[in-house]
């Protein structure tokens, strides 16, 4: 038995379960704050949540599982700041990769080009792993990480999205100024999917913080939005001058488009959440956390078919450090995901062919440009003192932006199973928004340079509103993490526990 003093009295640990009371409390008061609801008032997406080891049971304050696997904040630190880095990087490169890609090629080669250059890293990575490290060992490498239709449901998902996403920038049919503030939008998606889909309890603190982070990113990218005349840094006389050759009705059908792949983007991570962190395949050891008013707000928002006023919430830990590796290697999830991804964009290759979508006229135009653009990936660029770059900068972006999107990949399905929230992953991808701005206040591309940077610091709106929007950004960041290692510090005095019993034992 051990007993911790708190402000309101004393917390009692014995066999895993807390009870909290006041010594002014009175007892009727303490039994009404324990009831919860029978288990007939539990929907059956709150029942969802409940362990399997606990769903028969007759303990009614059992409502919600948060499972988190061993980490240090070092690694969970480290983790975070790569997603920001590698989404930074990537949101940078692919305007300028699209560019160069379009004077010889399509936008399909770049889709084509960077999932097959991603399918063979992870295949090798994970062969490499499988005979030489010792706790990849046991993973099989023909077994899929999920079943076969979630699988299948992920790729299409994520690749479809990615699809709408390529081909609504492709040849600025989104108007350039709108393209990277309107990115700012998957964090809204992802909250609302948490609200209307979500089978977890976020709580209200991460609510308020993911709102914060919201407040900012609309600072950051607000001046973006309005300012049609500026974008990534290059100052225009003329709309048209950077705003393609497309009618306004174009423009507004793709960005509706843009908008329906961010938010399939959003959904990916949702259905990431749902499938691989599936806690009925885990095994676990649970710890009841005393019932606060923030979680019984945030169920209310979140559940609010259940009566339940003051329930318990569930944290849970897995038992074996070395689970995360056996059972949810990322780089064996992210391996089959493009096997299947690649699968998916073959049997696609006819949206190329059609005359609002791709370039190519016909079948042998379609082959020509989807030709070279690949070819284009291993050609070495020209020095601009010799005349114009056959293929633009391909070979200087295309590379860079592979590798961050390598790295991307393999850092944000980390970061959601160690966090345990996709709205918490979101939000921080999200936080390359304002880093954005920044750069390009720092660096701008000209159109007729074939994307070239070109280093020009100037005090802009943009620079004063990313400035801005950052710190705030920041603070919605900082209160996450502060939860995350709030409610992990729980699973590992469940797992201590856990430990000194089977030591009695």
């Not at 708190?6 to 009727?28: K, R």
């Not at 908008?259 to 962190?277: C, H």
């Not at 050891?285 to 003051?310: C, D, E, G, K, M």
């Not at 393999?410 to 991808?429: D, E, G, N, P, R």
């Amino acid at each position: 038995m051990i007993s911790l003093y708190t402000n309101c009295g004393y917390v009692t640990i014995f066999n895993l379960q807390y009870y909290p009371f006041s010594s002014t409390m009175e007892d009727g008061d303490h039994d009404e704050l324990l009831q919860g609801t029978d288990d007939e008032s539990v929907s059956d997406t709150e029942d969802h949540c409940i362990p399997s080891s606990r769903k028969n049971s007759d303990d009614s304050h059992h409502r919600h599982t948060i499972t988190y696997f061993h980490h240090t904040k070092l690694e969970f630190l480290t983790t975070k700041i790569t997603l920001i880095f590698s989404s930074t990087v990537m949101l940078i490169l692919l305007p300028l990769y699209l560019d160069s890609i379009n004077v010889k090629g399509n936008a399909y080669s770049l889709i084509l080009m960077n999932t097959l250059i991603s399918t063979l890293l992870f295949v090798i990575t994970m062969v490499i792993a499988k005979f030489f490290c010792e706790k990849y060992r046991n993973i099989g490498i023909t077994s899929f990480p999920v079943r076969f239709f979630k699988l299948l449901q992920l790729a299409l998902v994520y690749f479809l999205c990615a699809f709408m996403i390529i081909y609504a920038l492709d040849r600025k049919r989104v108007v350039c100024h709108l393209q990277d503030p309107i990115k700012g939008i998957v964090l809204v998606f992802s909250l609302l999917y948490y609200f209307f889909f979500c089978r977890k309890l976020m709580g209200l603190q991460r609510i308020f913080s993911a709102t914060t982070i919201i407040v900012g990113l609309f600072i950051s990218i607000d001046y973006g939005l309005c300012d049609e005349f500026r974008c990534r840094g290059y100052e225009r006389e003329r709309i048209a001058d950077d705003a393609g050759r497309w009618s306004w009705h174009t423009h507004v059908a793709w960005t509706i488009v843009y908008v329906a792949g961010l938010a399939l983007f959003a959904a990916y991570f949702s259905l990431l959440d749902l499938y691989v962190l599936d806690n009925g395949e885990m095994e676990c050891h649970q710890v009841n956390i005393p019932s606060s008013f923030l979680s019984t707000v945030s169920r209310s928002v979140s559940f609010p078919s259940s009566n339940n006023a003051a329930s318990s919430q569930f944290i849970t830990s897995s038992s074996d450090p070395s689970h995360l590796t056996k059972k949810h290697s990322v780089v064996h999830l992210a391996m089959w995901l493009h096997i299947f991804g690649l699968v998916i964009i073959l049997a696609l290759f006819w949206t190329d062919l059609t005359p609002t979508l791709g370039k190519g006229k016909n079948f042998a135009e379609f082959w020509n440009y989807t030709l070279n653009g690949m070819m284009c990936h291993f050609e070495k660029p020209v020095p601009p003192n010799l005349g114009p770059p056959p293929c633009g900068n391909v070979f200087l972006y295309s590379w860079f932006f592979m590798c961050s999107y390598v790295l991307f990949v393999v850092m944000s399905m980390k970061f959601l199973i160690l966090s345990q929230s996709a709205v918490y992953t979101i939000a921080t991808m999200s936080t390359s928004l304002p880093f954005v701005g920044i750069w390009w206040s720092l660096f701008h591309a000209a159109p007729h340079t074939t994307g070239l940077l070109i280093w020009s610091p100037s005090v802009t709106g943009e620079l004063i509103c990313s400035l801005l929007g950052l710190p705030i950004v920041m603070v919605g960041l900082y209160l996450l993490c502060k939860t995350h290692f709030k409610d992990y510090q729980w699973s590992r005095i469940a797992r201590t526990q856990v430990g000194s019993n089977n030591i009695l034992a």
